[in-house]
């Protein structure tokens, strides 16, 4: 397992796997072990994926300062692993909380940034509003599901701002295309894998200043690819389609009967759509 060090000494460690071009992947959760990306689906077979495991998560150490865990702070991380890597451009891959960071770095050096693939983003970086009923007439497409009703009242309570911690386990099904066994266990990993500590702290005060990031992504030349999930409320496609309207060549693929994570609901049907975008070019 490869590793380099960070410019305040934190030691960073990344995965290699798969064949073809690299692509840099940025995981989400917000502060999540990059375990839980695996292949993207088989993505291995047209790309050599690269994943960072973010400060203090997976392989990464703890760094001496807690204060670095929040997300502009972790620019110079991204930074440091493209001169690692050497390359000039990379392409790169975020999903979810991974795309606020993925945003920073565009921002911030745009020289540097070959095609860029956001997987359901987030929209902390940029400002985006998604609003209560955009969650929920999200949800209501899974109205046949066995686990609907309670699920969605707990969705109700949380977007009301009156959740308890049951009503955020009793949502867990609306994160994925299928809500079963193998859901379930992908979930109660989930768990495991990210550090509470630093995702407590990646989107505190001072991270993001939405009306520059915003401006630098207008100017970004190069193709981006927004892909949504059809089911996911955390990023409804309403406004998944904003957020592919701040880039001046971006596409918007939504992805039908996926939720938060799509690789792993249709794995052809995700693979095809980021082969197609990313092709065969690299980074140099």
Not at 92 to 118: E, F, I, K, Q
Not at 121 to 129: E, H, I, K, N, Q
Not at 156 to 171: C, K, L, P, Q
Request: proline share 7%.
């Amino acid at each position: 397992m490869p590793t380099f060090t960070a410019p305040d000494g934190t030691t960073l460690a990344y995965h290699v796997t798969g064949d073809g071009p690299p692509l840099v992947c940025l995981p989400g959760g917000p502060m999540q072990d990059s375990v839980y990306l695996g292949d993207l689906g088989g993505l291995t077979a047209h790309r050599t994926l690269i994943r960072l495991d973010l400060r203090g998560t997976g392989r990464s150490a703890v760094p001496p300062d807690p204060a670095s865990y929040r997300c502009d702070r972790q620019v110079a991380d991204v930074e440091a692993l493209r001169e690692e890597l050497g390359l000039e451009r990379m392409d790169l891959l975020a999903h979810s909380a991974g795309a606020n960071l993925a945003a920073l770095y565009t921002a911030g050096h745009p020289d540097h940034v070959g095609r860029l693939a956001l997987i359901t983003p987030s929209v902390f970086a940029v400002g985006l509003d998604i609003t209560a009923e955009d969650r929920l007439e999200t949800a209501r497409l899974r109205r046949d599901e066995p686990w609907f009703a309670p699920a969605y009242a707990s969705l109700e309570a949380i977007t009301s701002g009156r959740a308890t911690a049951d009503d955020w386990d009793a949502v867990a099904p609306f994160w994925y295309g299928r809500w079963d066994d193998e859901a379930r266990a992908f979930r109660a990993a989930e768990q495991r894998q990210r550090n509470d500590e630093a995702a407590a702290l990646y989107a505190s005060d001072g991270a993001f200043d939405t009306d520059v990031v915003r401006a630098a992504l207008a100017a970004f030349p190069l193709p981006v690819l927004v892909l949504a999930g059809e089911y996911d409320v955390a990023g409804p496609p309403l406004v998944m389609k904003e957020y592919a309207g701040l880039f001046p060549r971006a596409e918007l693929v939504v992805q039908n009967g996926a939720g938060h994570f799509p690789w792993r609901d249709d794995q052809e049907r995700f693979v095809t759509a980021l082969a197609a975008f990313l092709g065969g070019a690299g980074g140099h």
